[in-house]
């Protein structure tokens, strides 16, 4: 059974930081390409980054230089450092991992971040 389960988020005022962590069980996970993804209330689910199984990484414009993806494929683990968050950075995260071809794609049940002062 596949799992991945994000932790890490809550609530912070504009401007700190928070990491959060997702950890993956049920896959080979090295063989999966990791994102993390994020929902705010009445609109769409939107990519926040991804990393290859390479590590080459990829960002939303509205995240660069502010948030960092990066993965430990001892641990099963993806995480996301996000700093100086900004209000509109309010949202559910969900991590997904895809696998090579797209033949399987997962995702988890999201960690609520908010941003608030």
């Known amino acids: 059974q596949v799992q991945l389960v994000e932790s890490g988020g809550g609530l912070v005022q504009p401007g700190r930081s928070l990491r959060l962590s997702c950890a993956a069980s049920?896959?080979?996970?090295?063989?999966?390409?990791m994102g993390w993804y994020r929902q705010a209330p009445g609109k769409q689910r939107d990519l926040v980054a991804t990393?290859?199984?390479?590590?080459?990484?990829n960002y939303a414009d509205s995240v660069k230089g502010r948030f960092t993806i990066s993965r430990d494929n001892a641990k099963n683990t993806v995480f996301l450092q996000m700093n100086n968050l900004k209000p509109e950075d309010t949202a559910v995260y969900h991590c997904?991992?895809?696998?090579?071809?797209?033949?399987?794609?997962?995702w988890g049940q999201g960690t609520q971040v908010t941003v608030s002062a």
């Open positions: 997904n991992a895809v696998s090579r071809l797209e033949t399987y794609n997962y």
């Open positions: 049920g896959i080979i996970f090295s063989n999966f390409r």
């Open positions: 990393i290859t199984r390479a590590g080459t990484t």
